[in-house]
């Protein structure tokens, strides 16, 4: 049983759509992140929710909405997207709030805007 | 706000040969390190970390790591590289120590590509 699963793996969309990425763990951790890795392989943090309350929310477009139905899901709607919004998109889980316990990542989606 | 810097973003050893990779932090308290391996289009594995205790880590497939505090240093090796240690590692380092609750997250260094020689 995949840990952190994120649907699709591969996206391939024109600018402008409105596309979303779903992530499931089935760790029964409380909380949950949204990583972008760039072409670069430079990660950056985008969200994170803890039993469904977002936590942290960098400096993202307002095109970018995350969604926690419940602690188990958190997915990513991008509204208008945009050529540079290309990336692997990661989701991750840790059991509580803070990365002492090391986080489990998904196996990203691949985003690419044509 | 913390840091992480990982120099060489691509480090070449031949099978057999002792793997070094390179990680320094920069942060205003005790910091929690990390280091994951992503193999390709995969994602990130947790290899090791280091939160308090022992300063040398040991994490899986025979990796570890030494905490130095005065050198900020967190450095990755392994004795022996595998051709199945070719991958991508990131080092990164937790805030959780600031118990700023509520805003904690993992800051990743750039990354060192490993290419094993044969």
């Known amino acids: 049983d995949t840990a952190v699963s994120q649907t699709p793996k591969y996206l391939v969309t024109q600018m402008g759509n409105d596309k979303s990425i779903k992530c499931e763990q089935n760790?029964?951790?409380?909380?949950m992140y949204w990583y972008k890795q760039d072409s670069k392989k430079f990660l950056k943090i985008m969200f994170s929710?803890?039993?469904?309350?977002?936590?942290i929310n960098e400096t993202v477009p307002n095109r970018f909405s995350p969604k926690s139905p419940d602690k188990a899901h958190l997915n990513l709607h991008i509204n208008s997207l945009e050529l540079g919004d290309s990336a692997v998109y990661f989701c991750?889980?840790?059991?509580?709030?803070?990365?002492?316990?090391?986080?489990?990542f998904g196996s990203g989606t691949r985003l690419t805007v044509v | 706000a913390q840091s992480v810097t990982q120099l060489g973003s691509h480090v070449s050893v031949s099978e057999g040969a002792l793997v070094l990779l390179r990680c320094n932090y920069s942060?205003?308290?005790?910091?929690?390190l990390f280091w994951y391996v992503q193999y390709p289009n995969q994602g990130l594995q947790l290899l090791l970390k280091?939160?308090?205790?022992?300063?040398l880590v040991k994490g899986i497939n025979g990796f570890e790591a030494e905490f130095k505090k005065s050198e900020t240093s967190f450095h990755l090796t392994k004795p022996s590289a595998h051709m199945s240690d070719a991958a991508e590692y990131f080092c990164?380092?937790?805030?959780?120590?600031?118990?700023?609750?509520?805003?904690?997250?993992?800051?990743f260094g750039t990354g060192t590509r490993l290419t094993i020689i044969p």
């Open positions: 991750a889980s840790s059991q509580y709030l803070g990365g002492s316990y090391g986080y489990t």
């Open positions: 760790l029964g951790h409380d909380t």
């Open positions: 929710y803890n039993n469904k309350e977002l936590i």
């Open positions: 942060s205003s308290v005790p910091p929690y």
């Open positions: 280091y939160t308090t205790g022992a300063t």
């Open positions: 990164a380092v937790s805030d959780e120590g600031e118990s700023n609750f509520g805003n904690e997250k993992l800051t």
